[in-house]
Structures are given as C-alpha cells and as structure tokens.
C-alpha cells in the first residue's frame, strides 16, 4: 500500500504543473502587455483594435507582400532592418507576445527564426501565428514547414493547402475561460482558412463545423511559454468581410492576446465589451476633437482653454486605463463616461469658438455676395429697364 500510495503521489506532482498557470509577462513598468505585431501591420487590420486596449502596447512591421502590394521587396527588408529587434536579449526584453500575422518567411533571417522558438522555450513568451496565403503551409509563396517558428506551434505546416469555402467554427471545451468569454452563436462565417495538423499535446479551442472539422484555433504550452495557431486570416480575405464587422471582434482579437500571453482572460463578457468599446469611441472623439481645433485654430480662435479641457480629459482618461488593468471595471466605466461628458461640454465650446472665428469671415462674404448683388442689380435697371444710354428707334417707311 505504502509503494502504490508513493506511485500514486509521483503522478500527482507530476501533473500539477500543467495545471499551475504560467506566469503572465506584462512590462515592468507599465504593466502592459508589449506586443510584436509582424505581417499585415498596416490597413486593415485587427492591430488597432489592440492599441484601443489598455492591456497592449505595440510596434508594429510590415512583412507581407499579399496585403501591401504598394511596397516593394527593398521596402519590406528595410522595415525588417529598422524596426525588427536587433539581438535576442532585446526581443525577450522589450516584448512579451510575438504575433505572426500572414507574414513572409523569406523576409526572417535563420536566426531571427530561431530567437521566437528560444523566446517561448526559455522567456516564457507568447507565439501566434495567424492564417493567410503567406502563412503556415503558405500559398505560391515560402512555406513556414520544417522552420523553428514551427517548432513553438502547436501545429504543423501542410504544404501549399488551404481551405477556401465559407465555414462557422464549434468547440468542444465550452468550459474553457477563452470559449466561455464571446458569444460564440453571433459569430459569423470564416471564408477560408490555412489547413494544418495538430501536435500531440495542443487543444483545439475552436474548430469548422463543415467536414473535414478542421482545426480554426489550436493552442498549447511550450517550455516555458506558449503557442497559438489561428488557421483562418483575421483580416477581410478569402472573400469574406463579415467577420471584420462582428461586434464582438475587437474582444475576440484582445482575448487571444490574453490567452497566448499567459494572462487571466476577463469572464465579464457584457461589461468588458462596453469598456472596450468605449476606450475605442475615446480614441475616435479625441481625433475629431484635435482635428476641429485646428480648423478653428487657422481662422485665429484662441484654443488655449479648449486644450487645457482635452489635457483634463486625456488625465480621466489615463486613470481609467490604470483603473482597468487594475481589474476595477466599474471604476474604469465611471471614468469613461465621464470623459465622453467633457467630451459633449469640449464639443460646445469648440463649435462657439469656431462660430466668433468665422463671424468676420461671414460678414466679408455677407458684404461681397450684396455689393455683387447691388452692382449687377445696378447695372441691369440702368441697361434693360432705363435704357438711358438707348437713342429711341424711329419707324421709317419705305417710299
């Protein structure tokens, strides 16, 4: 009994680890999660949609020769050169999640390749491939199989196959805290997506409902990190965009951050997607805001009070990102709306300052369109109607 009690505590340990949660990196500073965004960085493109949330900071590269034709192969290295991190050190410590979005192969460098593998191995970092022509098996371009990418994936690469037919996705962990925070039975249709082989090990979170049931969204631990592998493209491709409009599409993008990340995925699906929603209006309010100053600002309007206000709600606003990665929702939400409030009185004020700026501008124009008028009106009654310059025409008859 002794022996098989020590046998059956061995097994015990031995899977307690996989149950422990991994720890979550987020900067040290900031506690943000830092995002490599590498692929389709530019247009559109869910990395927007991450930069609204408070949770993420980024950098985003372009490398990908499907959805920006506009730049060439020179361009696209040299994006590469600037912008991608220099040394292995530098990529484990200034970033915490690497996503792959329908990249090219052929613009990596072997080592840089092999820095994302040791990066989720031995940092503890998050890996995400995400689907497209240029991704996993790739389509007419270089295939990611037999790469250390690969090694990190919780799939592997089928060369040059993908699945190109409109298909919803199904789960068969609806306990699992990622499936449990969307509503799955409001998501649309898919239109394509890349087809993979899952490793022994992964789970298949989300899956096509049509046959073959291939795997949508596949994930795993490896090492000390973890990998993710989302087949279809999450940009508007393969002849579908409806999912680009899904309301909950900004939640589904910010959830598998937290889940590739390591980090405790929300299970407040209506409040968290009401926060989120309202740091992106936030964003769209402080453009149309800036941009309405300038446009008061080149007719001579003072706008120094106006910028004091948006100062005063960029601040709320700033304590309502640090109020949120706190997990205070609720307090997050009250500064929110608060700011949209400031935002109303801002817009008030603006538009008063923009009608004292273009009074005299409406008072020229007033003047020129009635002087035009009176002139012309002038001019016809003396030529038409008068006819003081006319000699009258006498009748003559012929004889």
């Avoid at 959805?67 to 361009?75: E, K, N, P, R, V």
């Amino acid at each position: 009994m002794r022996g098989t009690g020590a046998v059956l505590l061995a097994l015990i340990l031995l899977q307690m680890p996989a149950a422990w949660p991994r720890e979550v990196r987020r900067d040290p500073v900031t506690h943000k999660i830092r995002v490599l965004y590498i692929g389709d960085a530019w247009g559109p493109t869910p990395y927007t949609y991450m930069m609204e949330e408070p949770s993420f900071t980024g950098t985003p590269i372009p490398a990908t020769y499907r959805h920006l034709g506009t730049y060439s192969d020179a361009q696209l290295r040299q994006f590469m050169r600037v912008y991608m991190p220099r040394t292995f050190n530098a990529l484990t410590t200034g970033y915490d999640l690497i996503i792959l979005s329908d990249t090219n192969r052929g613009l990596y460098r072997t080592d840089q390749l092999e820095w994302f593998k040791r990066s989720v191995e031995d940092q503890g970092m998050g890996l995400m491939m995400v689907g497209g022509v240029e991704a996993f098996g790739g389509s007419d371009y270089p295939s990611w199989k037999g790469s250390f990418v690969e090694d990190a994936l919780p799939v592997s690469c089928v060369d040059g196959k993908t699945f190109g037919a409109s298909f919803r996705v199904s789960s068969n962990y609806p306990e699992d805290p990622f499936i449990r925070s969307l509503p799955w039975n409001t998501m649309p249709p898919f239109g394509g997506m890349n087809v993979v082989e899952t490793k022994e090990g992964s789970r298949v979170l989300l899956q096509a409902t049509v046959d073959p049931k291939y795997p949508v969204l596949v994930y795993w631990e490896y090492g000390n990190g973890s990998g993710l592998a989302h087949t279809p493209d999450w940009t508007p491709s393969w002849g579908e965009s409806v999912m680009y409009d899904w309301e909950f599409y900004p939640d589904y993008v910010d959830n598998m951050n937290f889940l590739t990340a390591g980090a405790r995925i929300p299970e407040d699906l209506d409040l968290l997607h009401v926060i989120r929603t309202k740091f992106g209006d936030y964003f769209t309010r402080r453009a149309l805001a800036i941009s309405l100053l300038e446009f008061v600002e080149k007719f001579g309007a003072k706008i120094s009070s106006a910028e004091r206000s948006l100062g005063q709600i960029a601040l709320i606003e700033k304590n309502g990102e640090e109020l949120y990665l706190d997990q205070d929702y609720a307090g997050a939400l009250a500064k929110l709306e608060e700011t949209e409030k400031m935002f109303r009185a801002l817009s008030d004020d603006t538009m008063k300052l923009r009608e004292r700026a273009l009074f005299w501008t409406y008072v020229v124009e007033w003047f020129a369109v009635t002087g035009t008028t009176m002139v012309c009106g002038g001019l016809l009654w003396t030529l038409m109607i008068k006819r003081r310059l006319y000699r009258e025409v006498k009748v003559t008859r012929a004889v």
